[in-house]
T-cell receptor
Framework: DADVTQTPRNRITKTGKRIMLECSQT?????MYWYRQDPGLGLRLIYY???????NKGEISDGYSVSRQAQAKFSLSLESAIPNQTALYFC?????????????FGPGTRLLVL | AQSVTQLGSHVSVSEGALVLLRCNYS??????LFWYVQYPNQGLQLLLK??????LVKGINGFEAEFKKSETSFHLTKPSAHMSDAAEYFC????????????FGIGTKLQVIP
């Protein structure tokens, strides 16, 4: 079974709709992240969380919100989706406290906003 | 501030030929450097990382990278390309003090020609 899972894997929605992307992990890591990937732009950090009570904005948090429901669960919400939020979204985890800690990625959610 | 520049968004090599993917970094503190690989319809996975130990770093699947401080480079190489190496490769940098977010390059798509 995958260590980091994301649901749904694909989603089509309309402008103005609220949607939630979910991430679960079985790695026991404290740190979790949400990124979006756009062609030619690489990965950009949306939000990150070091534990259930510690949530921080990344470089492109506008239009997004997150919830860390438990150590293993980190959800990303688009309150009112817009077409330029069409992208591939990745959840990742890391152990923390390690030099050059490795990030472990989920398989991604492909979102299309019409 | 930190950044990485990946030279060439698309690289094509013949099967059996040398693979060279270029990455230059900028960091105001001693960096940690990473190469991640993304196979089609999958999340990123760590290929190798530099954390200030040996400057020549060996990774999975026969890849290696050399940290050259004087050139601010961390190029990825593999002596002989295999068809299964076709993927997108991301160079990334983080700082070495406390939590330093990871900054990803835009990615290089490697095509292997039979």
């Amino acid at each position: 079974d995958a260590d980091v899972t994301q649901t749904p894997r694909n989603r089509i929605t309309k402008t103005g709709k609220r949607i939630m992307l979910e991430c679960s992990q079985t790695k026991g890591h404290d740190r979790m992240y949400w990124y979006r990937q756009d062609p030619g732009l690489g990965l950009r950090l949306i939000y990150y969380s070091f534990d259930v009570k510690d949530i921080n904005k990344g470089e492109i948090s506008d239009g997004y919100s997150v919830s860390r429901q438990a150590q293993a669960k980190f959800s990303l919400s688009l309150e009112s989706a817009i077409p330029n939020q069409t992208a591939l979204y990745f959840c990742a985890t890391s152990e923390g406290g390690i030099k050059g800690e490795t990030q472990y990625f989920g398989p991604g959610t492909r979102l299309l906003v019409l | 501030a930190q950044s990485v520049t990946q030279l060439g968004s698309h690289v094509s090599v013949s099967e059996g030929a040398l693979v060279l993917l270029r990455c230059n970094y900028s960091s105001s503190v001693p960096p940690y450097l990473f190469w991640y690989v993304q196979y089609p319809n999958q999340g990123l996975q760590l290929l190798l990382k530099y954390t200030s130990a040996a400057t020549l770093v060996k990774g999975i699947n026969g890849f290696e990278a050399e940290f050259k401080k004087s050139e601010t480079s961390f190029h990825l190489t593999k002596p002989s390309a295999h068809m299964s190496d076709a993927a997108e490769y991301f160079c990334a940098v983080s700082g070495s003090g406390g939590y330093q977010k990871v900054t990803f390059g835009i990615g290089t798509k490697l095509q292997v020609i039979p």
